[in-house]
T-cell receptor, first 114, second 110 residues
Framework: DGGITQSPKYLFRKEGQNVTLSCEQN?????MYWYRQDPGQGLRLIYY???????QKGDIAEGYSVSREKKESFPLTVTSAQKNPTAFYLC?????????????FGDGTRLSIL | GENVEQHPSTLSVQEGDSAVIKCTYS??????FPWYKQELGKRPQLIID?????GEKKDQRIAVTLNKTAKHFSLHITETQPEDSAVYFC?????????FGAGTILRVKS
């Protein structure tokens, strides 16, 4: 899973600030995903992208935005509209979005509010 | 709706014993069921997966069984070791996305 790189590892957000989390993959995967993980909970899907220049809202998209201008990159912006952003954010990718394809994860970004 | 229930939420076993974690899903069209292991502060790592056309899959000390009729699947770890201690997540594929269970904290006591 060394092919998925998330940065930074830790991020702090001030009130009213937008912050962007980076996710890069060199696996030549078509599909990419963003998940949020809160303590003691499973992973919840924020956004996913099936292919370049396309993305879809997941289950908890409010307060977040994404772009997919390049196949290898899928940055996530946590906007000021997200009132409870403190969480562990995980990016994942899979070969394709159709069929039974395993998802592989990055090391995550831990976001906290200052 | 899209739901995956996972039990138990915590599991403590003695080293060398077996551990079993069970998940249930609601959509009969689900066809892919992966299991992930996550150590504290690290990324989830795929440890085994199963597709709906098979009932069981094994990889060394780890096995997964699938009962499509009852809509449940289970992770079995035999001869547990301290390094098996982690959080384990099951997931089921609903349409074009994975839905995850809430996780099971496994503690292996030596």
């Amino acid at each position: 899973d060394g092919g998925i790189t998330q940065s930074p590892k830790y991020l702090f957000r001030k009130e009213g600030q937008n912050v962007t989390l980076s996710c890069e993959q060199n696996l030549n995967h078509d599909a990419m995903y963003w998940y949020r993980q809160d303590p003691g909970q499973g992973l919840r899907l924020i956004y996913y992208s099936q292919i370049v220049n396309d993305f879809q809202k997941g289950d908890i998209a409010e307060g977040y935005s994404v772009s997919r201008e390049k196949k290898e990159s899928f940055p996530l912006t946590v906007t000021s509209a997200q009132k409870n952003p403190t969480a562990f954010y995980l990016c994942a990718s899979s070969i394709a979005w159709t069929g039974a394809q395993p998802q592989h994860f990055g090391d995550g970004t831990r976001l906290s509010i200052l | 709706g899209e739901n995956v229930e996972q039990h138990p939420s915590t599991l403590s076993v003695q080293e060398g014993d077996s551990a079993v974690i069970k998940c249930t899903y609601s959509d009969s069209a689900s066809n892919y069921f992966p299991w992930y292991k996550q150590e504290l502060g690290k990324r989830p790592q795929l440890i085994i997966d199963i597709r709906s056309n098979v009932g069981e899959k094994k990889d060394q000390r780890i096995a997964v069984t699938l009962n499509k009729t009852a809509k449940h699947f289970s992770l079995h770890i035999t001869e547990t070791q301290p390094e098996d201690s982690a959080v384990y997540f099951c997931a089921a594929k609903y349409g074009n996305k994975l839905v995850f269970g809430a996780g099971t904290i496994l503690r292996v006591k030596s």
